[in-house]
């Protein structure tokens, strides 16, 4: 594995748990040893370096407070830790504080917190000594639905301000999406694609990130010599393309319609050239075509969101004509 | 129907508050009969138609006398302090850092050696005390308080680093990496953490110790022979029989002044510092 952040970036490492994106996270940290391959932060090799010598900040996925401090003391341990001077530890408090807004909480034990303020209060602690690197293991997996959606807004809102190169761990591809500037895809201990959100999402590497990014995920049938795959969100019924781009028609036995309100879920079964093949279609509201569970219909897809892998090493490969 | 489910609930809670009744009679029954012992005059105690449970006669304070002049009553509370005290030190500098090790450093083979250490625990004195007796003479320390102070960190130590092992474990390891990466050691982070998130552990091995030390009997009787050098333990029992006649009252007060102080301990550290302590560490 071979992975470069820039200065100053959000980088999401996203993969399925076991995948190996913890770990990598923890050597980065110094808490495991690799077995082989060398850490540089800012230029320096950090392999022999302790955690604690590495300039970094981290924040679990459990938080960690220290249950037995007051938030302003586990504010304040870090920079205890290096040494800081007495007189200069208020005023970095007080920094991080405002800048979370958990300054009427300094008084607290990390039990009589919200889970949103120990996240807070993590975050400030991790903040607070103004690292070089900031580490984030799934800090927001313990939030419930509604307070992750604030949760990350605040998070990506904070990492822009202070401009420190983040690295962040997560499985939760919507998480990724919002909040990375780059997406580091993984898979089995490798990177399988490192790029903008855009970038892994519309021109996936191989069958992999394809199948995993995207919510239902992309369709991967197979050709004779190749697999192809298509977003459902750009399978749509043939009359509601407009003409001019190039379409792949398509035609579909559906076999059932899950109405969720924005959109609608076609699943159904191809038939002509892809014969037999299972595959979801994906329709905003917008598209009101009528569509009902077993009957056929005319769908297609654009010819350029048409992507193509090599059935053995599942890499992407050019496109072709189908 | 609106009545029945008062009548359930007055039920359960006859049946809560009685069963609190029974385990509280049961817990302080031997504390009771300790005291009112101890002030009983020796006819009463003796006489068969008397009602055992209260005073027949004006109590006295006889007993108590005797336990303090006619024995060496106090000195043998020193005697079990001091041994106690030290015994605690000696556990805690060896337990903490082996419990901590078993459970943190050594992974699996750290769990077989725990209970492979905590199976040391089981091997009685009954037995042990021959070869220790040959130990402590070679040492030179018969009938010093010191052969015990040497000996009972045998059995106190297996058992304690056992007791902290799962007392460490419990302890989450994000909160000493947290404090590795905020910039300490493993070992500052175990002293600034790990420590003081295992009080109530800590109290536990420190109670318990000294529990043990006081109730041990075997090495107290072999290794000890001048009567200023006994403790609690043996004293009491020593003195206070005389061959079948028993000096109950005195037996009792003694039995009495020293579990009390342990007795206390229990009651009201040990659950308000395990009670909550590590609420709030994570999630």
Same mark, same amino acid.
């Given at each position: 594995?071979?992975?470069?952040?820039?200065?100053?970036?959000?980088?999401?490492?996203? %993969?399925?748990?076991?995948?190996?994106?913890?770990?990598?996270?923890?050597?980065?940290?110094?808490?495991?040893?690799?077995?082989?391959?060398?850490?540089?932060? %800012?230029?320096?090799?950090?392999?022999?370096?302790? &955690?604690?010598?590495?300039?970094?900040?981290?924040?679990?996925?459990?938080?960690?407070?220290?249950?037995?401090?007051?938030?302003?003391?586990?504010?304040?341990?870090?920079?205890?830790?290096?040494?800081?001077?007495?007189?200069?530890?208020?005023?970095?408090?007080?920094?991080?504080?405002?800048?979370?807004?958990? %300054?009427?909480?300094?008084?607290?034990?990390?039990?009589?917190?919200?889970?949103?303020?120990?996240?807070?209060?993590?975050?400030?602690?991790?903040?607070?000594?103004?690292?070089?690197?900031?580490?984030?293991?799934?800090?927001?997996?313990?939030?419930?639905?509604?307070?992750?959606?604030?949760?990350?807004?605040?998070?990506?809102?904070?990492?822009?301000?202070? %401009?420190?190169?983040?690295?962040?761990?997560?499985?939760?591809?919507?998480?990724?999406?919002?909040?990375?500037?780059?997406?580091?895809?993984?898979?089995?201990?490798?990177?399988?694609?490192?790029?903008?959100?855009?970038?892994?999402?519309?021109?996936?590497?191989?069958?992999?990130?394809?199948?995993?990014?995207?919510? &239902? &995920?992309?369709?991967?049938?197979?050709?004779?010599?190749?697999?192809?795959?298509?977003? &459902?969100?750009?399978?749509?019924?043939?009359?509601?393309?407009?003409?001019?781009?190039?379409?792949?028609?398509?035609?579909?036995?559906?076999?059932?319609?899950?109405?969720?309100?924005?959109?609608?879920?076609?699943?159904?079964?191809?038939?002509?050239?892809?014969?037999?093949?299972?595959?979801?279609?994906?329709?905003?509201?917008?598209?009101?075509?009528?569509?009902?569970?077993?009957?056929?219909?005319?769908?297609?897809?654009?010819?350029?969101?048409?992507?193509?892998?090599?059935?053995?090493?599942?890499?992407?490969?050019?496109?072709?004509?189908? | 129907?609106?009545?029945?489910?008062?009548?359930?609930?007055?039920?359960?809670?006859?049946?809560?508050?009685?069963?609190?009744?029974?385990?509280?009679?049961?817990?302080?029954?031997?504390?009771?009969?300790?005291?009112?012992?101890?002030?009983?005059?020796?006819?009463?105690?003796?006489?068969?138609?008397?009602?055992?449970?209260?005073?027949?006669?004006?109590?006295?304070?006889?007993?108590?006398?005797?336990?303090?002049?006619?024995?060496?009553?106090?000195?043998?509370?020193?005697?079990?302090?001091?041994?106690?005290?030290?015994?605690?030190?000696?556990?805690?500098?060896?337990?903490?850092?082996?419990?901590?090790?078993?459970?943190?450093?050594?992974?699996?083979?750290?769990?077989?050696?725990?209970?492979?250490?905590?199976?040391?625990?089981?091997?009685?004195?009954?037995?042990?005390?021959?070869?220790?007796?040959?130990?402590?003479?070679?040492?030179?320390?018969?009938?010093?308080?010191?052969?015990?102070?040497?000996?009972?960190?045998?059995?106190?130590?297996?058992?304690?680093?056992?007791?902290?092992?799962?007392?460490?474990?419990?302890?989450?390891?994000?909160?000493?990496?947290?404090?590795?990466?905020?910039?300490?050691?493993?070992?500052?982070?175990?002293?600034?953490?790990?420590?003081?998130?295992?009080?109530?552990?800590?109290?536990?091995? $420190? $109670?318990?110790?000294?529990?043990?030390?006081?109730?041990?009997?075997?090495?107290?009787?072999?290794?000890?022979?001048?009567?200023?050098?006994?403790?609690?333990?043996?004293?009491?029992?020593?003195?206070?029989?005389?061959?079948?006649?028993?000096?109950?009252?005195?037996?009792?007060?003694?039995?009495?002044?020293?579990?009390?102080?342990?007795?206390?301990?229990?009651?009201?550290?040990?659950?308000?510092? $395990?009670?909550?302590?590590?609420?709030?560490? $994570?999630?």
């Amino acid at each position: 594995m071979d992975l470069a952040t820039q200065e100053g970036e959000f980088l999401v490492l996203l %993969g399925p748990s076991g995948c190996g994106k913890t770990t990598l996270l923890r050597m980065i940290a110094g808490l495991e040893e690799p077995t082989s391959g060398t850490i540089l932060i %800012g230029g320096q090799v950090v392999n022999d370096l302790p &955690p604690r010598a590495r300039k970094i900040a981290m924040v679990f996925q459990s938080y960690a407070l220290y249950p037995h401090m007051t938030v302003l003391k586990n504010i304040a341990f870090p920079l205890k830790a290096q040494g800081l001077r007495r007189e200069e530890i208020p005023k970095k408090i007080e920094w991080a504080a405002a800048l979370f807004g958990i %300054g009427h909480l300094l008084g607290r034990k990390p039990r009589q917190l919200s889970g949103g303020e120990r996240q807070r209060v993590a975050l400030a602690r991790a903040v607070v000594r103004e690292p070089a690197v900031f580490l984030l293991d799934e800090p927001l997996s313990n939030l419930d639905a509604k307070l992750r959606a604030s949760a990350r807004d605040e998070l990506q809102q904070f990492q822009r301000r202070i %401009g420190t190169t983040t690295i962040y761990v997560t499985h939760d591809q919507i998480e990724a999406m919002g909040l990375g500037d780059r997406i580091a895809v993984m898979q089995g201990g490798r990177v399988r694609q490192l790029g903008t959100p855009v970038e892994v999402y519309a021109e996936p590497a191989d069958t992999f990130v394809a199948s995993f990014l995207g919510s &239902p &995920p992309m369709n991967i049938v197979e050709a004779p010599d190749c697999l192809v795959g298509f977003r &459902p969100e750009h399978f749509l019924p043939r009359d509601a393309y407009d003409g001019g781009a190039s379409l792949i028609a398509l035609g579909l036995r559906v076999t059932r319609v899950e109405y969720l309100g924005a959109d609608r879920l076609v699943y159904g079964v191809l038939e002509g050239k892809f014969q037999g093949a299972k595959v979801l279609a994906r329709l905003p509201s917008t598209v009101t075509t009528p569509v009902q569970a077993g009957r056929r219909y005319d769908f297609a897809v654009p010819e350029k969101e048409m992507k193509f892998f090599d059935p053995g090493t599942r890499l992407r490969t050019a496109a072709r004509s189908v | 129907m609106a009545a029945r489910p008062t009548v359930r609930r007055l039920a359960g809670r006859g049946g809560h508050l009685g069963l609190i009744g029974l385990f509280t009679v049961f817990s302080a029954f031997p504390f009771y009969w300790m005291l009112i012992t101890t002030f009983k005059r020796t006819s009463d105690l003796l006489k068969r138609g008397n009602n055992p449970f209260v005073y027949n006669q004006p109590p006295t304070l006889e007993n108590l006398r005797v336990l303090f002049y006619d024995t060496l009553y106090v000195q043998w509370l020193a005697n079990t302090f001091f041994v106690g005290l030290l015994v605690v030190l000696i556990t805690l500098v060896l337990a903490v850092p082996a419990g901590y090790a078993l459970a943190r450093l050594t992974g699996r083979v750290g769990e077989h050696l725990g209970i492979a250490i905590f199976l040391t625990y089981l091997v009685p004195p009954t037995l042990l005390f021959i070869p220790m007796s040959r130990l402590i003479a070679d040492l030179g320390l018969q009938d010093s308080l010191w052969s015990l102070v040497v000996v009972y960190p045998s059995f106190t130590v297996p058992f304690c680093t056992w007791l902290l092992m799962g007392f460490f474990k419990a302890i989450p390891r994000d909160l000493e990496e947290a404090a590795m990466i905020d910039g300490y050691s493993r070992l500052g982070a175990f002293v600034k953490v790990v420590i003081p998130i295992s009080v109530a552990g800590i109290l536990t091995v $420190i $109670i318990f110790t000294l529990t043990l030390v006081m109730q041990e009997f075997v090495y107290a009787l072999t290794f000890i022979t001048a009567a200023r050098h006994f403790t609690v333990s043996v004293g009491v029992p020593t003195f206070l029989v005389h061959g079948d006649v028993y000096f109950w009252g005195s037996l009792m007060a003694g039995c009495f002044i020293a579990s009390v102080p342990i007795a206390v301990l229990y009651n009201f550290f040990v659950d308000r510092f $395990i009670a909550g302590f590590t609420a709030g560490a $994570i999630k």
